[in-house]
T-cell receptor, first 112, second 113 residues
Framework: DAGVTQSPTHLIKTRGQQVTLRCSPK?????VSWYQQALGQGPQFIFQ???????QRGNFPDRFSGHQFPNYSSELNVNALLLGDSALYLC???????????FGSGTQLSVL | KQEVTQIPAALSVPEGENLVLNCSFT??????LQWFRQDPGKGLTSLLL?????REQTSGRLNASLDKSSGRSTLYIAASQPGDSATYLC????????????FGQGTRLTINP
């Protein structure tokens, strides 16, 4: 049984570009959340998707957007990349909105 | 606004020692508290989850306690091993949303052989 899978594992972009990160939840999970983890910091909540809708959002600008597909997979899009967007982006899934989260290994984004 | 603090930020101990990691949170109205392990550049592995009604949870050499009224949790690691070297993070959820974990900055633990 595959866990939460994220792609790509590493990504290098330049300032001003746009990026899309992908996440496939664990089998049987229908809720996906995204977190940003800067170097040396704890993860920060970006947003949560359930039934293809954004249900909760953290303190992130509109440059950060997402999508959930009918098969429960999800994408995180970041527009107009800034140097400060360099971080490990973690996806987490759960079998419902109030259940324990399972995390993927993350996508390391570097913005030059 | 919930804030989570972990002390110390880094800890280095010889193999075999018992050790305690600390976590404190400012708002006691939490649903649960989790301890995670993170290896460098990797995702998070959940170690223990304590519901707000519980006082402690144990898994193998790990024991986590929760004192909700004082806003504190500790993670006790017995007979430490080099393989325990990692960053340990605590996180809480509350009425602000069950999926919205609020994390501390972590304690970077090094176990020396």
């Amino acid at each position: 049984d595959a866990g939460v899978t994220q792609s790509p594992t590493h990504l290098i972009k330049t300032r001003g570009q746009q990026v899309t990160l992908r996440c496939s939840p664990k089998s049987g999970h229908d809720t996906v959340s995204w977190y940003q983890q800067a170097l040396g910091q704890g993860p920060q909540f970006i947003f949560q998707y359930y039934e293809e809708e954004e249900r909760q959002r953290g303190n992130f600008p509109d440059r950060f957007s997402g999508h959930q597909f009918p098969n429960y997979s999800s994408e995180l899009n970041v527009n107009a990349l800034l140097l400060g967007d360099s971080a490990l982006y973690l996806c987490a899934s759960s079998p419902g909105q109030r259940e324990k989260l399972f995390f993927g290994s993350g996508t390391q984004l570097s913005v030059l | 606004k919930q804030e989570v603090t972990q002390i110390p930020a880094a800890l280095s101990v010889p193999e075999g020692e018992n050790l305690v990691l600390n976590c404190s949170f400012t708002d006691s109205a939490i649903y649960n508290l989790q301890w995670f392990r993170q290896d460098p550049g990797k995702g998070l592995t959940s170690l223990l989850l304590i519901q707000s009604s519980q006082r402690e949870q144990t898994s193998g050499r790990l024991n986590a306690s929760l004192d909700k009224s004082s806003g504190r949790s500790t993670l006790y690691i017995a007979a430490s091993q080099p393989g325990d070297s990692a960053t340990y993070l605590c996180a809480v959820t509350g009425s602000w949303g069950a999926q919205k974990l609020v994390f501390g900055q972590g304690t970077r633990l090094t176990i020396n052989p």
